[in-house]
C-alpha cells in the first residue's frame, strides 16, 4: 500500500543490477516480505502468499530464486475482523510455513510484538502489539497451542 507498487520496485531493481553487470552481488542476498494478510484468506497472492510473486519476479529477471524472509506480517485491519478469526489467520499462515512453505521462503514474522511495552514510542501501533498494558492479545495463546 505505498506509493510504488513493491513488485514493480523489485522487478526494476533487480533490471538494475542486470543492467550494471552485478548479478554475482546477489550470490548471497535475500528479498524481506512484508506479507500482511489484512482480512484476506491464506491462498491469496496480495497476502502472505506475496512471496509466490517475489520468486516469479526473480525467476523472471535472475533465471533462479532468492530466498525470502518474511521480517514483516499479521492480520491487523482497520475493518471489523473478530479476534477469533485474527488468531485464526496468524496460527494458519504459521502453520503453513511449518508444513506447506516453498523452499526458498523461510520465515513470517507477525509484525509487533510489544509497542511500549517494548520501548516504542509510536502509540499509533500499540492497537496492533501482542503485548500491551494490560492486555495480551489472544493470538498469543492461539499461537501457544500451535
Do not use: C
Not at 57 to 84: F, H, K, M, N, V
Not at 131 to 143: E, M, W
Amino acid at each position: 500500500a505505498g506509493q510504488q507498487d513493491d513488485r514493480e520496485f523489485l522487478r526494476q531493481a533487480l533490471q538494475g543490477v542486470k543492467a550494471r553487470g552485478e548479478v554475482s552481488t546477489l550470490d548471497r542476498a535475500w528479498l524481506s516480505a512484508h506479507n500482511y494478510m489484512g482480512d484476506k484468506p491464506l491462498a491469496d497472492p496480495e497476502g502472505l502468499l506475496r512471496v509466490l510473486q517475489y520468486n516469479d519476479i526473480a525467476q523472471t529477471e535472475l533465471g533462479r530464486s532468492l530466498p525470502i524472509i518474511g521480517t514483516e506480517g499479521g492480520s491487523y485491519t482497520a475493518g471489523p475482523l473478530s479476534d477469533q478469526a485474527r488468531s485464526a489467520l496468524v496460527t494458519d499462515a504459521m502453520r503453513y510455513m511449518q508444513t506447506s512453505r516453498e523452499p526458498y521462503n523461510f520465515a513470517y514474522s507477525y509484525w509487533i510484538i510489544a509497542n511500549s511495552l517494548g520501548g516504542g514510542g509510536d502509540s499509533s501501533f500499540e492497537w496492533q502489539a501482542l503485548f500491551q498494558p494490560g492486555y495480551t492479545s489472544p493470538i498469543v495463546d492461539a499461537l501457544r497451542r500451535l
